[in-house]
């Protein structure tokens, strides 16, 4: 499995943005995919975990009420939806998957989300 992020850009705060991460790869609808972000000086935090039948199992604190994922096993791509942006969700965004109840074991290339005040 590949992945490939895209979406990424610059929106003022209260906007959104749909990123998404695309595979290749015939097990890809098998993984379970993930949403992490880094911000410039600090460290790499999980935002979102997807299992490989669409459900959500993990949520960050931070980001409940606004950021939702969305997986399309036909077009083998994940999406994250991200409402009501604000300044501190400003961070390269990347896509993981890994086999169910397993690591990580691919990482996709990172996206630049940026949220103006």
């Known amino acids: 499995v590949q992945l490939q992020a895209s979406g990424g850009g610059l929106v003022q705060a209260g906007g959104s943005l749909r990123l998404s991460c695309a595979a290749s790869?015939?097990?890809?609808?098998?993984?379970?995919v993930g949403w992490f972000r880094q911000a410039p000086g600090k460290e790499r935090e999980a935002v979102v975990r997807i299992n490989w039948s669409g459900i959500i199992t993990y949520l960050a604190e931070s980001v409940k009420g606004r950021f939702t994922t969305i997986r399309d096993n036909a077009k083998n791509t994940v999406y994250l939806q991200m409402n009501s942006l604000r300044p501190e969700d400003t961070a390269v965004y990347y896509c993981?998957?890994?086999?169910?109840?397993?690591?990580?074991?691919?990482w996709g290339q990172g996206t630049q989300v940026t949220v103006s005040s």
């Open positions: 993981a998957a890994g086999p169910p109840g397993g690591q990580y074991d691919v």
């Open positions: 790869g015939r097990t890809f609808s098998s993984y379970a």
